[in-house]
């Protein structure tokens, strides 16, 4: 029988298939094998012993460490404009690991009401990426969400606070979720989901995850420096033309990427961006990478 995990909690799986959720225990294979069974994973479930296991995993199409999930579609970065303050870094990184893993990253800004979202609109203006501007009072943004949701397996994240769980409420009221309140003293708010949870709803499947809190590209979300410039894909146009093969568009001269941000042709703060993230791996040598 042919399913898709929904959650694993205790060495558990719940298995959704056509016959309703079943839950199972994985094979011992895959603990020699040194797999994990990911919310996500699309499986093969059969009986055994009266109960029912999960012989076999297809091929992921990509995995995120953290939170634990496999075979993301749409990854919706949740900025808040105000409290916490958002970090454009933060964002662009979020993006980047997305596009990295082959999955299609969309901007939701939320709590438009207590503060000007137009800066935000005007960094990512330039770039590709989808951005969408929620307002709970008119419902603006909710159905182009809910669009880009249905045929696809998506998340949502961003750092804790942005309003994930706001948003969530507002697209599915009956989910009753726990909104976590801002701490104050520390600008941000406090995690209320504990484990990976898969839900059908707008004729897609959304992924209810502890998100992302902290990032760092150096371990379970590394971009090699040589793959960098392609996470940021309006960039695109612009690779190759460089005077020199190999360029790292950082300051070399001829490069086409530092002249189309002087021109105004790509946005600076997605090019800072990528230069911090840059450098953070640019020392890093292949060995040093995590295994598994």
């Given at each position: 029988?042919?399913?898709y995990?929904?959650k694993?909690i ?23 094998q040194r ?16 109960g029912?296991?999960i ?5 992921r199409?990509?995995v ?5 999930i ?5 990854l ?8 916490p ?7 662009d ?20 009401d ?11 203006e ?26 696809n397996?998506c ?5 804790s ?9 507002a697209?599915?009221?009956e ?7 801002i ?7 406090r995690h209320?989901?504990r ?11 959304i ?43 950082r ?10 941000v ?10 800072a ?17 995590p295994?598994?």
């Amino acid at each position: 029988m042919q399913g898709y995990i929904t959650k694993g909690i205790g060495g558990f799986y719940y298995v959704k298939t056509a016959d309703g959720v079943l839950e199972c225990k994985a094979k011992g294979v895959f603990r020699k094998q040194r797999i994990t069974p990911l919310a996500g994973d699309e499986v093969t479930v059969e009986t055994e012993n009266g109960g029912c296991v999960i012989s076999a995993i297809a091929p992921r199409r990509n995995v995120f460490v953290r939170p634990p999930i496999a075979n993301l579609d749409v990854l919706f970065v949740v900025a808040s404009t105000t409290q916490p303050v958002p970090s454009t870094l933060v964002l662009d990184k979020l993006t980047a690991i997305a596009v990295d893993k082959g999955v299609r990253p969309v901007l939701v800004c939320t709590k438009g009401d207590l503060a000007a979202s137009d800066f935000l609109q005007k960094a990512y203006e330039k770039s590709t990426l989808p951005f969408i501007r929620v307002d709970y009072a008119t419902g603006a943004g909710l159905e182009e969400i809910k669009g880009r949701i249905a045929g696809n397996l998506c998340a949502f994240c961003g750092n804790s606070g942005v309003g994930k769980s706001t948003l969530l409420n507002a697209l599915l009221p009956e989910l009753e979720r726990q909104t976590g309140e801002i701490s104050q003293k520390l600008g941000r708010g406090r995690h209320t989901t504990r484990e990976v949870t898969i839900f059908e709803a707008f004729g897609g499947r959304i992924a209810d995850t502890p998100g992302f809190a902290s990032l760092d590209t150096g371990k379970a979300c590394y971009i090699p420096k040589e793959n960098l410039a392609l996470a940021f894909p309006e960039f695109g146009p612009y690779l190759g033309q460089c005077r020199f093969t190999g360029c790292a568009h950082r300051g070399e001269k001829g490069c086409a990427v530092t002249q189309a941000v002087q021109s105004g042709a790509l946005s600076p703060s997605r090019y800072a961006s990528y230069a911090a993230m840059y450098d953070e791996v640019k020392d890093i040598k292949e060995w040093e990478l995590p295994r598994g």
